[in-house]
């Protein structure tokens, strides 16, 4: 049976979680009457989350490091229709892909992304989570940690993911809005890990991710933040 979507995972040093995530991802693909592909990219030379797969009917490959580069690289080994690019460290809502499936029935759509959580009980992050999803929907250009849906012609039309070291999710989508596409949120939130908050502390993490961004919009060269983002 042919995919209807594709799901494209870069990973690079994911090999504790890499299983859990695919795991969570099929569970959601059991309840489609459709064929799901999953796509693994990993851009570390060894091959060390590839090598922790368990599961035989994922597709494995490997590209060199950069996540705009390994999304490519998955993007040209999907068959589907549709492509979704998915963190290790995230998790989908149920009924995620069936959702996704739905909204691009609208011929208008041409990508999306969900609202998002952070897997963490503080209420600190329930405020990073409100501010995330007023901005992402103000300005329609969701994050990669937001579970990013394009249809496949309009993904290639634009020539794919930049391979910059940097913001290549914030990227595509300004070029998705400046031609006017149809970006479609849903709701019902993907559950993002905390690890990068926690380890680096939350209101540090938060502000620097502000900061990029804003450095980014007016034109700082992504290989130059690279150096601030760890």
């Given at each position: 049976m042919n995919p209807v979507i594709s799901?494209?995972?870069p990973v690079y040093g994911e090999s504790d979680r890499i299983n859990r995530t695919i795991d969570d991802l099929k569970s959601s693909a059991s309840q489609m009457l459709w064929a799901t592909q999953i796509i693994v990219v990993d851009g570390d030379p060894e091959k060390r989350t590839l090598q922790a797969i368990n599961d035989p009917d994922v597709i494995k490959t490997a590209?060199?490091?950069g996540r705009g580069v390994q999304m490519n690289h998955g993007a040209?080994?999907?068959?589907?229709d549709l492509l979704l690019f998915l963190h290790a460290d995230t998790v989908l809502p149920a009924n995620a892909l069936k959702t996704i499936l739905h909204a691009c029935r609208d011929k208008e759509v041409a990508a999306g992304a969900f609202d998002l959580a952070i897997g963490a009980k503080q209420l600190g992050f329930r405020i990073i989570e409100k501010v995330a999803t007023l901005r992402s929907r103000i300005t329609r250009i969701p994050f990669g940690d937001q579970a990013?849906?394009?249809k496949s012609k309009c993904f290639w039309d634009l020539g794919g993911y930049k391979p910059i070291a940097l913001m290549e999710d914030v990227e595509i989508?300004?070029?998705l809005r400046k031609k006017g596409y149809k970006i479609h949120f849903i709701s019902d939130p993907v559950v993002t890990s905390a690890r990068r908050w926690k380890k680096e502390?939350?209101?540090y993490t938060t502000?620097?991710?502000?900061?990029?961004?804003?450095?980014?919009y007016i034109?700082?060269?992504p290989e130059t933040l690279k150096t601030y983002y760890h």
């Open positions: 799901v494209i995972i590209s060199p490091a040209r080994t999907a068959t589907a990013i849906f394009i989508m300004l070029r502390g939350m209101i502000l620097r991710n502000w900061m990029l961004q804003l450095l980014f034109g700082v060269r």
